[in-house]
Structures are given as structure tokens and as C-alpha cells.
């Protein structure tokens, strides 16, 4: 990890002198217990003695219990552990616990203020307006209107996608589709958000893509200077900076029409000739976005873009999460089958949105049991406790859900692949309580509805067309816990078309 290996080089000489240092005295007070923190690196060397944080994360565990205090840098921090400390932190103090880590480098990916960011905001009112207004797109119900769009518009896409990839393979029938999956989605996102159709080949809407991907790459990353602030002007960001530019420069696409349509503005005609248009407010998230602004005089136009560029940018964590749940499923033939098997049962021709697919479902629950990342940090907003542990503000708690996901007191034979266990007797989706890949309460992942409805039906068609398999000449290693596949790296499949 380059970041583990910054910290050990730049602080080698530092810590040596640490050494010189008596240890703190821990006298009555009931802060969670932890490693011993050095000057102001705090216990980034102890972090670094690990092959990477889900393993510093389970030692942690080991040592110290289901609350562990450690210092990292300038920040206060506890590792968590354990349903009912997730509770207490995102449910039951869901208030005191709504912010999130003071990273500079996400000052910088949002325009010089996290808080311009959905993800990565503190918590506010506007950020719950925000929410809500994109809410009522992202959980769209079976049945209702925006359902059907989002289906309809699914539909189309991934017919295409599929024949874009039979016409693509090669004798070899290896493919690597991450950009056709993440050009798939996207398109799909600005469809359904915005009601308007994107050209493929447009450079501003490719750029977009190739933007957000580098984007989700660096947020996934850890950066010495999100520890070590004073380190950040030494850290050159500036590409970053200028993907966040081509983002832009996308959305203004996006927005332009929406606006003008919104106030009777003027289009140009197939002669070039300016024509005025009737003002319309058509229901998409850019119209209620703007809504919002204009109801809240605080909130600028600014803020809804950040906010679009958000949700748009959500493509991304879907196209990332496909490849690696892709590859869960071709290192398990035998799950392939029993989908394919399904398919055939319960959606033959063309499987979409609305066809009851419940094995496919549980595997792709079965699948982020595996690949999920921890749940993005939350930081305590006033002074508190966790297990009656005090924590002070600004403590950044991070949580622990993939000991969760893999113990063997709660599931059986963590180690295997086994999308029943998510099913009932009666044949329904069950997902227990203690299984959180999206998290849980006011910061709980706003798109992940949409998310599974979309992968599910590309896994469909893709299983209906193909039998996918590992390359073996491919080396699959990536992170753990993370769910971005690592920057430029290249996970291609072999795609056999299925014959009947
Ligand atoms: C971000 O928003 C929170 C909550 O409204 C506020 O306390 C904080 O000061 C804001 N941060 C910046 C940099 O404006
Ligand atoms: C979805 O497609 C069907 C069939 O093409 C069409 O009848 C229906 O109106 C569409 N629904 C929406 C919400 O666009
Ligand atoms: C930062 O890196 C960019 C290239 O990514 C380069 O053009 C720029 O000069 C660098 N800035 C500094 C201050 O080193
Ligand atoms: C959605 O609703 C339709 C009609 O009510 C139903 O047939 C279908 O099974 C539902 N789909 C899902 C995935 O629940
Ligand atoms: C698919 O979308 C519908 C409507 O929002 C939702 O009820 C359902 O739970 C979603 N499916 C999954 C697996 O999230
Ligand atoms: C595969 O890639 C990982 C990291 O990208 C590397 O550590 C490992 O040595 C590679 N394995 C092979 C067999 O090349
Ligand atoms: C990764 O891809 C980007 C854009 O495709 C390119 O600019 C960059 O040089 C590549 N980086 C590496 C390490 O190959």
C-alpha cells in the first residue's frame, strides 16, 4: 500500500525519536481502550505493521475488543464492532454521529468544501433536503411511473450492451467490459435523471466517465495528508482537480437544457435559427434539485450541481461493483447455472427490472457480503460515548462490518459462496440484520435501490447470453474491502455465449 509505505518513509526518523517519549499514563478515564499513540503520528506505525486496514481492523479487534481507540495523525478515531454498536452510532445517535472525516483532499474533489459533496458533507438541513429530493428517484416503487421509466430505459441499454459485447469478442472470447459497463450505466443515470440521451461518442460525456472512475479510484484510496494535514502542501492534486473540471463540464451539458426549458429559453433550429421554447418543468432530478434551491434561500445553484454530479457520478460505485461481483460469480460456475436456470423459468425472452429473479438477487447479496467495503466513516458531532466508552467531537469512528460479514458465529460457512443462505423456506429475500453493505439510517447509501436493480438486470442478460469464466492468464488481485477495482486495471472475462 503506497500509502502505509509514505508514512513508514517520511516517518521513520520521527518515530525513533518517539521512542524517547514515556508512554501516556491511561488513569480512570473510560476512553476506549487502544494502542499506545506517538507524537503526532499517532498510531499510524502500529497501522502500518498490517498488510492492509481490514487486517489492522481485526487485530485491533483482537487486542483491545468491539470498541478500540486510535489516533491517527491529527484525528481522534475508534474502530467498531458489533451490531449493537452500529446501532448506537448510526441509528440511535444517528444525530450526534451525522458528519464526516475533515479530509482536505475532499475540500479539493468538491470545489474547495466537502460540504458541497453528498457523500462526503457533514450533516444539515440542507443536506437532508438535498437527500430527499433524490430520494424520491433513487426508490422509485415496483409500479410506479418513475419504476417504469427506470425499467424501460434499463431495458434498452443493456439489449445494447449485450450485442456490443457479442460484436466486440473475439475468437479468444475475452473481453474486458469495465468501460462498456461503466458507459452502460451512466447512460442509463442520465436517461432516468434527466430525461436526455447522451451520444456515446461525445468526448465531454466520455471524459465524464473516465473522470469519475479516477475520481471513485482516489476516494477509495487512503492519502497521508487525510491524517497529516500539514503534509497536504507537499501533495500534488492538482490531476484531481482537473478531473473534477471535466465533470463539470458534463454537467453544464446536462444543465443547460433543463434551465432554459425551464424558463422559456431559445434553442437553435436544424437552420440555425433561433426558436423560443414553451417553459415546461418536467419531473426529473434536475428540475427538483433546482426546486429546492429556489424554496431554500441558502442553498445556491452550485450546490445542485454538486449534488447532480453526485448522483450521476454514483455510476461509477456501480460499474466498480459489477466487475468484482462479475468475478465472484465466475469463479462459481455452479451459481451461473442455477441463475441461467432461473432466468429461464421465471424470464424468458428478455429478463427485466420487474421479473421476480430471487436467486439472482441473493447472489448478488451473496456477492457484496464479499466485496463490500467498510461503511464510509462517520464522525461524532459532540462530545458522547459508544459501549459507554466516551468519545470526544471530531472523533472519527469507523466501523468494522466486514468482521461482521465473515464470522462464524453469524453465518455458516462464512468461507463459501452460498446465495441461499439470503433465501427463505418460502422462497423470499432475507437479508439479516446484522448485513449492511449500504449502511443504515440518515447516511445510509441513497442510491442502492436503483444500484441493485440496475446490476441485476445486467447480470441477467449477461448470464442468459453467456457463460463467463475466470482468463487464466489474467492476475485478479485486488484490495480488499474496497470496491474501486484499483486504477487502469485491466479484469477481463471470458464471455462464452451460452448455447441452448
Ligand atoms: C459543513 O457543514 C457543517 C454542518 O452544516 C458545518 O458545521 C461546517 O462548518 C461546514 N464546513 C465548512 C467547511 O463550511
Ligand atoms: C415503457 O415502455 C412501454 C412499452 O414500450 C410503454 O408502453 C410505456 O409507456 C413506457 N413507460 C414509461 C413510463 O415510459
Ligand atoms: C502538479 O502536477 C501537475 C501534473 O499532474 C503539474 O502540471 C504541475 O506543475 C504540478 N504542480 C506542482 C506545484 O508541482
Ligand atoms: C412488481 O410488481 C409486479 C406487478 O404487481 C409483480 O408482478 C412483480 O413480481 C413485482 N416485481 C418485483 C421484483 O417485486
Ligand atoms: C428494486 O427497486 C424497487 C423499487 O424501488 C425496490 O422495491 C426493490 O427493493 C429494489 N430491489 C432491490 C433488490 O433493491
Ligand atoms: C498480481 O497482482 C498483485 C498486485 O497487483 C501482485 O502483488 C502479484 O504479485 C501479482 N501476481 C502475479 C502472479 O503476477
Ligand atoms: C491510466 O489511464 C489514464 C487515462 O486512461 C492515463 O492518463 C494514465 O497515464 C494511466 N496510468 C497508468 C499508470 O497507466
Known amino acids: 500500500m503506497s500509502l502505509i509505505t509514505s508514512i513508514l518513509a517520511l516517518f521513520t526518523a520521527l518515530i525513533a525519536l518517539a521512542h524517547l517519549f514515556k508512554p501516556k499514563k491511561e488513569s480512570g478515564t473510560t476512553e476506549a481502550p487502544g494502542p499506545r499513540p506517538w507524537p503526532i503520528v499517532g498510531n499510524l506505525p502500529y497501522i502500518g505493521k498490517f498488510h492492509d486496514l481490514i487486517e489492522a481492523f481485526k487485530n485491533l479487534k483482537q487486542e483491545y475488543g468491539s470498541v478500540a481507540s486510535i489516533k491517527l495523525g491529527v484525528h481522534n478515531a475508534v474502530v467498531i464492532c458489533g451490531l449493537s454498536n452500529f446501532r448506537e452510532v448510526l441509528i440511535e445517535k444517528g444525530n450526534l454521529f451525522d458528519a464526516r472525516a475533515a479530509f482536505k483532499r475532499y475540500d479539493l474533489l468538491f470545489g474547495g468544501d466537502k460540504n458541497n459533496s453528498l457523500a462526503f458533507a457533514d450533516g444539515s438541513d440542507s443536506h437532508s433536503k438535498h437527500r430527499n429530493a433524490i430520494a424520491f428517484h433513487t426508490f422509485a416503487k415496483n409500479g410506479s411511473n418513475n419504476f417504469e421509466n427506470l425499467e424501460n430505459i434499463t431495458s434498452q441499454h443493456v439489449y445494447s450492451l449485450v450485442e456490443n459485447m457479442k460484436s466486440q469478442l473475439q475468437s479468444d472470447q475475452k473481453l474486458d467490459a469495465k468501460f462498456l459497463f461503466a458507459e452502460t450505466i451512466a447512460t442509463i443515470f442520465v436517461k432516468y435523471f434527466t430525461n436526455q440521451d447522451v451520444d456515446p461518442c461525445d468526448e465531454v460525456f466520455q471524459n465524464m466517465i473516465s473522470s469519475f472512475d479516477a475520481v471513485f479510484q482516489e476516494v477509495n484510496e487512503g492519502c497521508i495528508g487525510d491524517v497529516l494535514p500539514f503534509l497536504m502542501p507537499f501533495i500534488n492534486k492538482s490531476e484531481f482537480v482537473e478531473l473534477t473540471r471535466k465533470v463539470r463540464a458534463f454537467s453544464n451539458q446536462c444543465f443547460d437544457p433543463v434551465i432554459r426549458q425551464r424558463v422559456g429559453g431559445e434553442v437553435l433550429d436544424q437552420n440555425n435559427n433561433k426558436q423560443k421554447i414553451q417553459p415546461v418543468k418536467e419531473s426529473n432530478v434536475i428540475n427538483d434539485l433546482l426546486e429546492t434551491v429556489e424554496n431554500n434561500p441558502e442553498m445556491t445553484l452550485e450546490h445542485v450541481i454538486f449534488a447532480f454530479e453526485d448522483i450521476i457520478g454514483g455510476h461509477s460505485a456501480v460499474s466498480n461493483s459489477l466487475i468484482r461481483i462479475i468475478l465472484e460469480l465466475a469463479k462459481n460456475p455452479e451459481v451461473q447455472k442455477n441463475i441461467r436456470e432461473e432466468i429461464r423459468e421465471h424470464a424468458a425472452g428478455f429478463p427485466t427490472m ?103 438486470v445486467i447480470l441477467a442478460n449477461l448470464l442468459q447470453n453467456f457463460e463467463i469464466e475466470i482468463d487464466p492468464s489474467s492476475n485478479y488481485t485486488m484490495e480488499r474491502g474496497v470496491i474501486a477495482v484499483g486504477k487502469n486495471k485491466s479484469l477481463p472475462f471470458v464471455y462464452k455465449p451460452v448455447v441452448e
Not at 468519545?391 to 453465518?411: A, G, H, I, R, Y
Not at 463459501?416 to 439510517?441: A, H, Q, V, W
Request: charged share 25%; hydrophobic share 35%.
Open 354 to 456: 420487474s421479473d421476480r429473479l430471487t436467486y439472482l438477487e441473493a447472489s448478488i447479496w451473496e456477492a457484496f457480503r464479499f466485496i463490500s467495503s467498510p461503511i464510509v466513516p462517520h464522525v461524532a458531532t459532540q462530545d458522547t460515548t459508544i459501549n459507554d466508552y466516551t468519545v470526544k467531537k471530531d472523533t472519527v469512528v469507523f466501523f468494522n462490518n466486514l468482521d461482521m460479514n465473515f464470522s462464524p458465529e453469524l453465518w455458516e460457512s462464512p468461507d463459501k459462496f452460498l446465495p441461499e443462505r439470503f433465501i427463505t423456506s418460502d422462497g423470499r429475500i432475507s437479508k439479516p440484520d446484522y448485513f449492511l453493505p449500504f449502511s443504515s439510517g440518515k447516511r445510509s447509501c441513497l442510491g442502492y435501490k436503483m444500484a441493485i436493480n440496475v446490476t441485476k
